[in-house]
C-alpha cells in the first residue's frame, strides 16, 4: 500500500481547518491533494481529535497482533 504524503495528525488538522470555515477548494490547493482525497479524510477521520486518533491505532495494531497470533 502506498505510504501517504501526511501524517494522520496532519489529516486531522487540515479537517479541522475545514470545519473552521476554510474552503475546501482552497485547502486542496494550498496542501497539494484532490477534493476526493478530502472527503476520503472526512469519512475516516472526520470529528477526531489526536485521542481517538490514538485509540484508533492502538485498536488496529492489537487486531493486527490477533491475527498473526492466530495464524489465519
Do not use: P
Amino acid at each position: 500500500m502506498k505510504k501517504s504524503r501526511f501524517t494522520e495528525h496532519q489529516i486531522i488538522a487540515i479537517l479541522n481547518q475545514a470545519e473552521a470555515g476554510v474552503a475546501v477548494n482552497d485547502l486542496c490547493r494550498d496542501h497539494g491533494f484532490s477534493k476526493s482525497t478530502f472527503y476520503k479524510w472526512k469519512a475516516k477521520y472526520g470529528g477526531m481529535d489526536a485521542s481517538q486518533l490514538a485509540r484508533l491505532r492502538a485498536h488496529i495494531s492489537f487486531h493486527f497482533r490477533l491475527v498473526l497470533s492466530l495464524g489465519s
